[in-house]
């Protein structure tokens, strides 16, 4: 298998550390307002790599974390007059609601920044104490970018070519201007815990590198995340974590295209996104499925209410394959196609050929929809039981014993009648020697 790691900028083989375990880190969300589709695209396309690592006979430990401390969290906290652990707990439960919807594996783990903050703490002071990091005198810690040679070379970024960007902090005291903040110093109104500084929170980027080393050590196979989080976010994650502890922190680094509307990056901050859950009060949580996989998860993908639509009427194409598969005595699988699927998914998770392999063959073989539905599974679909399948194997099952009778009673002509009238309703009906089978 070969993947895109974007600290090399090239496809890879996949090589994990042990042979047959995968660690996998996923940063999750900033839990300050509802998630979206920009943030599903992401979660979908960690549990399909997931799904068919363990396909591949992989035992995955998948963490993903929580944000629940963070800057904008506070600024809701103030507008809303609301408490910050409310405010956590309603978007976390939200996406959870939706992730269990979605048919997304749970995650092994799923680590709250609060839940670390001792971590965290011992972290800033092995930084402290190796000179990377230092305490300004209004009691922020911030760490010395300066002091890291590596510094950005998984953004490709040079320090002397920065500008100021996203969640880059102003602060006089600083003695870089992207220095990033570990710790900082408690504000009057905000929520705090108790440090060898005095009282504060941690900076952003710090709980990722805690709660990942945590439960995957350090280095560990996989860390992905959106392709807005290469810079600063996962840089810095790089920077503190391997000036710590002086080793590799991660070896590949998988990044997933932003979900647009007519261009612009769907983000919570602009206000310019669709909640998740509404979409799912419309359509069919396969179909937002299938909507997300037909797009190579390096791509930027926009979003449109007619590709959603159209990609509806796809979904129930497969949904009835999945549903026949379930009437099929003979199970079957064909080597041919798995092995394409297989070709696929190993080329960097090419999700959209593999999906167009399982159409063309359903077109050209719909004797076989047992295949095909095997190999959805693998990709996470998972369609609602067909009201009607019960009830109609009980009825296949009666007219069949009829049929039966009649062809014991020489009475063929009646026994082809029957064949010949399932046939024009989609139903194949096949003789064997011992028993009679029927397919949709």
């Not at 002397?160 to 003695?175: Q, T």
């Not at 990044?255 to 602009?270: A, C, D, L, N, R």
């Not at 109609?392 to 009666?398: G, N, S, T």
Request: glycine share 6%; net charge neutral; proline share 4%.
């Amino acid at each position: 298998m070969k993947l895109y790691n974007t600290l090399t900028r090239k496809v890879e083989e996949f090589k994990p550390i042990k042979r047959d375990k995968v660690g996998i880190y996923m940063c999750g969300m900033t839990v300050q307002d509802r998630p979206h589709l920009g943030h599903i695209r992401s979660f979908l396309v960690g549990d399909v790599l997931r799904r068919y690592l363990e396909y591949r006979g992989y035992h995955v430990d998948y963490v993903q974390n929580f944000t629940d401390i963070d800057d904008k969290i506070i600024e809701k906290m103030h507008s809303e007059g609301t408490d910050w652990r409310d405010i956590g707990h309603r978007y976390t439960d939200e996406y959870l609601s939706a992730a269990s919807k979605l048919n997304i594996k749970k995650a092994n783990h799923f680590p709250r920044a609060t839940q670390f903050i001792q971590e965290i703490i011992e972290l800033v002071n092995i930084l402290l104490e190796k000179g990377y990091a230092y305490l300004t005198p209004s009691k922020n810690v911030y760490f010395d970018v300066s002091k890291f040679e590596g510094y950005g070379k998984l953004s490709g970024k040079k320090l002397d070519e920065l500008k100021e960007g996203a969640r880059v902090e102003p602060d006089p005291e600083k003695k870089n201007p992207f220095d990033f903040a570990l710790w900082k110093q408690h504000k009057e109104g905000e929520p705090y815990w108790y440090s060898p500084w005095g009282k504060g929170r941690p900076g952003w980027h710090i709980e990722c590198s805690a709660m990942s080393t945590h439960f995957l050590g350090q280095p560990f196979d996989i860390h992905m995340g959106g392709q807005d989080l290469i810079f600063p976010h996962h840089e810095d994650e790089i920077a503190q974590s391997e000036a710590a502890y002086g080793k590799k922190f991660v070896n590949y680094w998988v990044h997933i295209g932003f979900m647009q509307i007519k261009g612009e990056k769907m983000s919570k901050s602009t206000g310019l996104f669709f909640a998740i859950e509404d979409i799912l009060k419309e359509y069919d949580p396969n179909t937002v499925r299938l909507f997300v996989l037909q797009k190579h998860y390096r791509s930027p993908m926009d979003y449109t209410e007619e590709f959603l639509k159209s990609t509806e009427e796809a979904w129930k194409k497969l949904e009835n394959t999945m549903h026949k598969a379930h009437f099929y005595q003979n199970t079957t699988l064909n080597a041919e196609l798995i092995s394409e699927f297989e070709k696929h998914m190993d080329e960097d998770l090419n999700t959209p050929k593999a999906i167009g392999k399982i159409f063309s063959y359903i077109k050209e073989h719909p004797e076989d929809p047992h295949t095909p539905a095997f190999l959805l599974k693998v990709l996470g679909f998972e369609p609602k039981e067909s009201k009607t399948s019960e009830k109609l194997d009980k009825i296949m099952e009666v007219i069949l014993k009829v049929r039966n009778a009649l062809r014991r009673d020489k009475q063929f002509a009646y026994a082809d009648m029957i064949r010949n009238e399932l046939n024009k309703l989609g139903i194949k009906v096949k003789d064997g020697r011992d028993k009679t089978e029927w397919t949709l």
